[in-house]
T-cell receptor
């Protein structure tokens, strides 16, 4: 089984709809992240959480919210989806040690907002 | 100006060629430098990691960091079709785990 899973893998929605993307991990990591990926822009950080009680905004948090339901679960919500939120969304996890450089990414959710 | 700049390509080379991928950055506080590889319809995976300046070699891959020039490189020797992917540079400063990514370079190795 994959260490970081994301659901759904693909989603089509309409402008104004609320949508939730879910992420689960079995790596036992405290730190979790949500990114979006757009052609030509690379990966940009939306929100990150260093533990269940710690939630922080990334560089592009407007229009998004998150919930850290448990150490293993981190959800991203679009309260009122708009077309420019069409993108590939990735969840990632990492450990807490200074030398734990690897962020482990999920397979991504492809979101289309019409 | 973006903190990390990476030529998005696409880059297409014949099998067996030496590939050079590069990123420049503006924040001199960056200390940790990474290269991620992303296959189509997959999440990125860590390929190489370097702390501060210097070189690191892993099989056919070599990562170089030149902090004086704010420039990092990834070299792929004897490139294979299986190396075809998007390569993203990423970096962070000490004490933080927020990564700043480059735009990614799409690489194709032609048999």
């Amino acid at each position: 089984d994959a260490d970081v899973t994301q659901t759904p893998r693909n989603r089509i929605t309409k402008t104004g709809k609320r949508i939730m993307l879910e992420c689960s991990q079995t790596k036992g990591h405290d730190r979790m992240y949500w990114y979006r990926q757009d052609p030509g822009l690379g990966l940009r950080l939306i929100y990150y959480s260093f533990d269940v009680k710690d939630i922080n905004k990334g560089e592009i948090s407007d229009g998004y919210s998150v919930s850290r339901q448990a150490q293993a679960k981190f959800s991203l919500s679009l309260e009122s989806a708009i077309p420019n939120q069409t993108a590939l969304y990735f969840c990632a996890t990492s450990g807490v040690r200074e030398d734990e450089e690897t962020q482990y990414f999920g397979p991504g959710t492809r979101l289309l907002v019409l | 100006q973006k903190e990390v700049e990476q030529d998005p390509g696409p880059l297409s080379v014949p099998e067996g060629a030496i590939v050079s991928l590069n990123c420049t950055y503006s924040n001199s506080a960056f200390q940790y430098f990474m290269w991620y590889r992303q296959y189509s319809r997959k999440g990125p995976e860590l390929l190489m990691y370097t702390y501060s300046s210097g070189n690191k070699e892993d099989g056919r891959f070599t990562a170089q960091v030149d902090k004086s020039s704010k420039y990092i490189s990834l070299f792929i020797r004897d490139s294979q079709p299986s190396d075809s992917a998007t390569y993203l540079c990423a970096m962070r400063w000490g004490g933080a785990q927020k990564l700043v990514f480059g735009q990614g370079t799409r690489l194709t190795i032609n048999p």
